[in-house]
T-cell receptor, first 113, second 117 residues
Framework: AQSVTQLGSHVSVSEGALVLLRCNYS??????LFWYVQYPNQGLQLLLK??????LVKGINGFEAEFKKSETSFHLTKPSAHMSDAAEYFC???????????FGSGTKLNVKP | GAVVSQHPSWVICKSGTSVKIECRSL??????MFWYRQFPKQSLMLMAT?????????EQGVEKDKFLINHASLTLSTLTVTSAHPEDSSFYIC?????????????FGQGTRLTVV
């Protein structure tokens, strides 16, 4: 079975500071992993994905994530937060055939000026 | 990436009426479509999976007679919330995937916010 745990429902950082959003997964088979961003009253926008290629994945808007099999983690980072990064972020796991995405509970990122 | 469009983006309806939400894949053939529901301040939960030309497969706890899903063509799936009640108010998101296989990704629509009054 697949599941995703996001530590911290709310994360607050100052503008210019490092952003670190944590995601741990559980999967009975090699997973595909995703990070999505959701702005208020909008759908999901794909930030980045891991599909068994390079373990360090670079995405849009300066975000990146590293797949660590030994730690079953896929944490999302950005070196310097921008006010426009304030949103809710979801980590998700899927099987290789992209049937069923299992989402974490989400982390709301607040960026302080 | 491919584009999936949902319509409407938001809808308000009276209790007891039915509401239809459309999900279209604009530039690819979606053999499989998924419908998710997001309660306020919660994550997305899969409601059902539909394959073109087949009956939808519903997740445990989802009422198939209340949430009617039709996937009649390779570019369109619809979710009809029948006899809607205030507790059905939620954010509904669809995703669509092309023919199965490695590299065939699922893409998400922008969501529909349903408010039942």
């Amino acid at each position: 079975a697949q599941s995703v745990t996001q530590l911290g429902s709310h994360v607050s950082v100052s503008e210019g500071a490092l952003v670190l959003l944590r995601c741990n997964y559980s999967s009975s088979v090699p997973p595909y992993l995703f990070w999505y961003v959701q702005y208020p009253n909008q759908g999901l926008q794909l930030l980045l994905k891991y599909t068994s290629a390079a373990t360090l994945v670079k995405g849009i808007n300066g975000f990146e994530a590293e797949f660590k099999k030994s730690e079953t983690s896929f944490h999302l980072t950005k070196p310097s937060a921008h006010m426009s990064d304030a949103a809710e972020y979801f980590c998700a796991v899927s099987l290789y055939n992209f049937n069923k995405f299992y989402f974490g509970s989400g982390t709301k990122l607040n960026v302080k000026p | 990436g491919a584009v999936v469009s949902q319509h409407p983006s938001w809808v308000i309806c009276k209790s007891g009426t039915s509401v239809k939400i459309e999900c279209r894949s604009l530039d690819f053939q979606a053999t499989t479509m998924f419908w998710y529901r997001q309660f306020p301040k919660q994550s997305l939960m899969l409601m059902a999976t539909s394959n073109e030309g087949s009956k939808a497969t519903y997740e445990q706890g989802v009422e198939k007679d209340k949430f009617l899903i039709n996937h009649a063509s390779l570019t369109l799936s619809t979710l009809t919330v029948t006899s809607a009640h205030p507790e059905d108010s939620s954010f509904y998101i669809c995703s669509a995937r092309g023919r199965a296989g490695v590299g065939t990704e699922a893409f998400f629509g922008q969501g529909t916010r349903l408010t039942v009054v």
